[in-house]
């Protein structure tokens, strides 16, 4: 039960096979025993969990729904939820319960899907490995000595491990796609706009985008169905009409054509991983795929350009995390400086801080030039690159990440080392294009995913090219060693 | 690039965040090391781009001017650290 | 020394859309404290701001009132501080891309002289709410209410010369945007507020002194008042040989002095950026044809018209243009009266004394025009006199009824009647004999103003109600004999 697609489970739900009650509760179960090897979730929502089954069942009885009606997701503590404490996994925000929903969470609710409860994450969504979260490191369910990736680590995780049948993530500069390559699952970031940012708790307003984390292409696209599409509360939501995700999903590949970058191939990608990247690739090749050689010549700029806009957009974002309104507030103040001080030092996490630091730096006077400006310019030459490259092929692709998941704690103490782990996956937010990561093989036992890149708001595009080579492998259906038997 | 303490201590009183001189110290290393990461814009030159914001480049949507929110106070008030009759708290402030 | 002053004045109005700047809220003054707020006027985390169309046309309308480029692609920023009143921690505002660029303004002082009053630019932002001081349990309240409620920031160059100048073109722009009705004007709750940049030079030096900031006065009578102690105070500083600090400074009405706000210095450093929760706001040029085209008369043009129409004086015009609630009255009541000088010394006159007396706005005057119209037909068509009528305005204003309604119920309708005119005289004659004796008998220069008696008499015997006009033909000819 915890390995079956939405499909399936759905279909299920419909023929009465089973009650979405008896889903819920087992799925809750398995969290109450597996989860402490993992910490993959913050809060376990069990109550409104039952609640939201109950109802659920009562549409179904009566033939009615979607095919999310009764199915048990997670959400990533970023999206705000109604009653239901939200963290953002920041001590910061360790008592905050929103009087108001997200978007996305909301969507997913009126389609009937249950809420098991909120996943564990990098603080405020900054870091790539899951161990910048006040309520402690999520464990990779692969090795639980190895990360789950991040920052939507959580969710990755609980995937993998059967705790949730699909989730939501967020994706700045890869935190879908890195964990969900770590953990061997399925993630799809959209084109910056297709989904709605309005009860998202913001890192970098022009680089967030929310997305759907789950087994298989076929069921990140059923969690579009009801995810994307124009929301008038988010002025940076596109208006262009969402696609039926799953329409299109079983189209022949013959034709397509795909393009591998260079720079995704060069010094820094482990041998192994870049090795069964280009099996994927060859996979592509038997199903009628065409492959060329392109070039995106800014990759390496990626870099320094991102940790330049992101800081300074969350530098500004996270002011608001003052202890006036909500939030944590230091005890005995002892003047209004002192509150602000203190309240933020203590609730902000090192990383944090870091980033804040990076970013108010970067703005401010006489540095603003050199600094934000040029990381603007930057960013408009790597949208460039993808805009010339998606002239010449249909999809993109490459590793999402250098290697497969590393060890817990090897990376801590060299932060420069963690953000150049990010090499293959920020320069699709800055560009703002769609990208997944789809398991592709393994490495020492360990997931690798590979990255499929696409066209502005071709998502369908992409969810159809993944589900095609999911047809024909079956790295998406592995289960890791803890999940087995429970 | 590197910053010397009194750069942190000025950015981090800006960004309102206290440091100990053990902390300062701490984030003088980190924070040199991104800067110098990011340095490596300089190797480009980007005269004459045009500076990208919005990856989209899309415009502004207008909102029709009507009232569409309810009091909500109460509900918003229940997450603040200290309020009284309908106010939040903090404390006080010296013009 | 010589000096010259330097005044750069920025206007904050608030403009009177329904709802907020970015939320759905609504805007309104004293409302209790947080009732008037949203999740994006408090700041709260995921909370998103879109732009109120209507605070746009307006911000456009401005622009084309003062002769300005309309800015066809403008851009928010974000303005980065902390401060309990401000939820986000930056106030959302315009920076290198206004809304409204370069402009003018022709500025006429009292003197009659004409000056022309650059505007650099206006651009949109959100306000701040409100810190309360009073205690509470050692603390300070914040009401968030005016959070994000829409503000157009009018910056002008420093172009003004004095107070009086300063007050004229405070005076105009209030009276723009209240003609456009984008802003209440309403000063005492804050809706138009002044920032004045001061600063004084040697007559004939090129270079501008260094200048302070007075913050956040809200009434012509305070600009005026706080322009002069600051000429004063620093010229005071200038003429012993010291140098004058730039600051902020508060101007203290009860003091009548301005004072450092040592609070605004600290580490004033921005850190603005454009936005990246809001887009760039592109104009078309059929949209800003379309507000210019639909623009009200502005006072200028009013005055023009009223010298032309209605064949008033400039400084009667000038008078009732200045605000379109006074112009409004006059061309209501007139429209009634079919009489433009007797309605324009009647709005000018008692009207204005008894508003000024009670301390009220024309619009909040109890005599509507259309019923002071009626008060004025009757003055024309000799119904009642000119002292009757101020009696019947009193009577009207005191809620007793229209001017008809009070002139039947207190019988002051003038008597036209002729014969009972002459009945009257004759009694008058006949009780008088001597004095008609004596009339008789005197020369005709001397009958000249031996006739007030009688008209006196008269007057007095009909309370006033008898039309002098009609007495005093009737009373020369019976006197005759
Ligand atoms: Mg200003
Ligand atoms: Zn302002």
Redesign the pocket.
């Known amino acids: 039960m915890f390995e079956q697609s939405i499909s399936t489970l759905a279909k299920q739900l419909k023929n009465k096979d089973i009650s979405s009650v008896e889903l819920t509760q087992a799925f809750l179960k398995r969290i109450s025993t597996l989860d402490s090897q993992l910490n993959s979730y913050i809060t376990v929502s069990d109550e409104l969990a039952l609640q939201q089954a109950k109802a659920a069942d009562a549409l179904l009885q009566n033939g009615q729904g979607t095919s999310l009606t009764g199915i048990p997701v997670a959400h990533k503590d970023l999206f705000c939820t109604q009653g239901t404490l939200t963290t953002c996994g920041s001590k910061m925000l360790n008592n905050f319960i929103p009087p108001y929903e997200s978007t996305v969470t909301s969507r997913i609710q009126q389609a009937g899907a249950v809420m098991l409860g909120k996943t564990n994450m990098d603080e405020f969504a900054m870091g790539s490995s899951n161990e910048n979260s006040f309520y402690g490191a999520v464990k990779n369910p692969w090795n639980l000595t190895a990360v789950p990736g991040g920052s939507s680590g959580g969710s990755a995780a609980a995937i993998a491990a059967g705790l949730a049948v699909a989730a939501t993530g967020t994706d700045t500069g890869g935190s879908i796609r890195q964990p969900a390559s770590f953990c061997g699952i399925t993630g799809l970031k959209p084109t910056y706009g297709r989904v709605s940012r309005f009860g998202m708790i913001a890192y970098a307003s022009s680089l967030d985008q929310g997305g759907p984390m789950a087994k298989s292409a076929e069921d990140c696209a059923h969690l579009m169905q009801a995810m994307a599409g124009f929301d008038e509360k988010d002025s940076t939501s596109s208006e262009i009409a969402s696609e039926d995700y799953l329409a299109n999903i079983n189209a022949p590949l013959a034709g397509l054509k795909i393009g591998l970058p260079k720079e995704y191939f060069g010094d820094g990608l482990d041998a192994q991983v870049a090795e069964t990247i280009m099996n994927a690739v060859k996979e592509f090749e038997k199903l009628g795929a065409i492959v060329k050689e392109i070039s995106l010549p800014n990759l390496q700029l990626s870099i320094p350009s991102y940790y330049v806009i992101a800081p300074s957009e969350a530098s500004s974002n996270l002011s608001r995390f003052d202890g006036v309104r909500f939030g944590h507030r230091c005890d005995d103040p002892k003047d209004l400086l002192d509150m602000y001080m203190r309240s933020r030092a203590e609730g902000f996490g090192q990383e944090v801080q870091k980033r804040i630091m990076v970013g108010t730096y970067a703005l401010s006077e006489g540095y603003y030039d050199a600094y934000y400006l040029k990381a603007q310019k930057i960013r408009r030459l790597i949208k460039e690159d993808f805009v010339n490259a998606l002239n010449e092929v249909d999809v993109i692709m490459g590793p999402v990440a250098p290697t497969t998941a590393f060890e817990l704690g090897s990376k801590t103490n060299d932060p420069v080392a963690m953000y150049l782990e990010d090499i293959y996956t920020l320069s699709v937010n800055l560009a703002g294009i769609p990208a997944m990561s789809v398991p592709a093989g393994f490495v020492n036992n360990m997931p690798v995913g590979l990255q499929i890149m696409g066209n502005y708001f071709a998502e369908a595009k992409l969810l159809n090219v993944a589900h095609q080579y999911q047809q024909h492998t079956d790295w998406h259906l592995q289960t890791p060693e803890m999940a087995k038997g429970a | 690039m590197s910053i010397n303490k009194q750069d942190v201590q000025k950015i981090a009183h800006l960004a309102r965040l206290a440091l100990t001189e053990e902390d300062a110290d701490q984030y003088q290393n980190s924070l040199s090391s991104v800067l110098s990461l990011v340095e490596q814009m300089q190797s480009i030159d980007t005269d004459g781009v045009e500076p990208l914001s919005n990856p989209l480049e899309m415009t502004q949507r207008l909102r029709d001017d009507v009232v569409t929110e309810d009091n909500q106070r109460d509900a918003f008030l229940a997450n603040a650290p200290q309020s009284e009759a309908g106010l939040f708290l903090v404390p006080k402030v010296i013009d | 020394m010589n000096w010259e002053v330097v005044i750069g004045l920025?206007i904050?109005t608030q403009l009177t859309t329904k709802s907020k700047l970015f939320s759905g809220a609504a805007v309104g003054f004293g409302a209790e404290a947080n009732t008037q707020t949203t999740l994006v006027d408090l700041g709260m985390p995921g909370a998103l701001p879109v732009f109120n169309k209507e605070a746009l046309r307006m911000a456009v309308m401005f622009g084309h009132a003062v002769n300005a480029e309309i800015g066809m692609t403008s851009v928010f920023a974000r303005k980065n501080y902390f401060y309990p009143d401000l939820p986000k921690g930056y106030?959302t505002?315009q920076m290198d891309h206004p809304i409204v660029g370069e402009g003018y303004l022709d500025v006429t002082l009292d003197d009659g002289t004409t000056s022309r009053v650059g505007i650099t630019r206006a651009h949109l932002?959100e306000d701040a709410g409100k810190s309360l001081h009073e205690d509470f349990q050692g603390m300070t309240g914040i009401d968030l209410n005016r959070s994000s409620t829409p503000?157009l920031?009018i910056v002008s160059e420093p172009d003004i010369r004095s107070a009086k100048e300063a007050v004229a073109y405070v005076k105009m722009i209030h009276s723009i945007v209240t003609y456009l009705g984008i802003c209440d004007g309403n000063m005492a709750e804050g809706s138009m507020r002044c920032d004045i940049n001061l600063s004084l030079r040697p007559k004939g030096q090129k270079e501008y002194g260094t200048r302070t900031e007075i913050k956040n006065v809200n009434s012509f009578r305070f600009i005026e008042k706080a322009i002069y102690t600051e000429i004063e105070r620093q010229m005071d500083i200038l003429e012993d040989g010291g140098r004058i600090i730039q600051e902020t400074r508060l101007y203290d009405p009860e003091k009548n002095e301005t004072r450092s706000m040592r609070s605004k210095e600290d580490a004033n450093d921005y850190r603005y950026f454009p936005c990246p929760d809001l887009l760039p706001i592109v104009l078309t040029q059929d949209y800003v044809d379309e507000i210019k085209s639909t623009l009200p008369e502005l006072p200028s043009q009013k005055a023009k018209r009223f010298q032309e129409e209605h064949k008033l004086s400039e400084y009667d015009a000038g008078v009732l243009s200045s605000s379109r609630a006074m112009a409004d009255y006059f061309e209501n009541a007139n429209k009634i009266a079919k009489d433009a000088k007797l309605t324009a010394n009647w709005v000018m006159g008692e009207l204005s004394k008894q508003l000024n007396q009670e301390q009220l706005e024309i619009n909040q005057a109890p005599v509507s025009a259309e019923n002071f119209g009626q008060l004025l037909i009757r003055i024309k068509d000799n119904t009642i006199n000119g002292k009757t009528a101020k009696d019947v305005f009193q009577g009207m204003w005191q809620g007793e009824g229209s001017a008809d309604e009070i002139i039947e119920a207190k019988g002051l309708k003038q008597v036209t009647d002729t014969g009972a005119i002459e009945a009257m005289i004759q009694e008058i004659l006949d009780a008088n004999t001597a004095q008609v004796e004596q009339y008789r008998a005197a020369e005709p220069d001397k009958q000249k103003k031996m006739i007030g008696f009688f008209v006196g008499q008269v007057m007095k015997a009909s309370q006033g109600k008898a039309n002098p006009g009609i007495v005093n033909p009737i009373l020369a000819k019976m006197l005759k004999g």
């Open positions: 920025e904050h106030q505002s932002e503000l920031e």
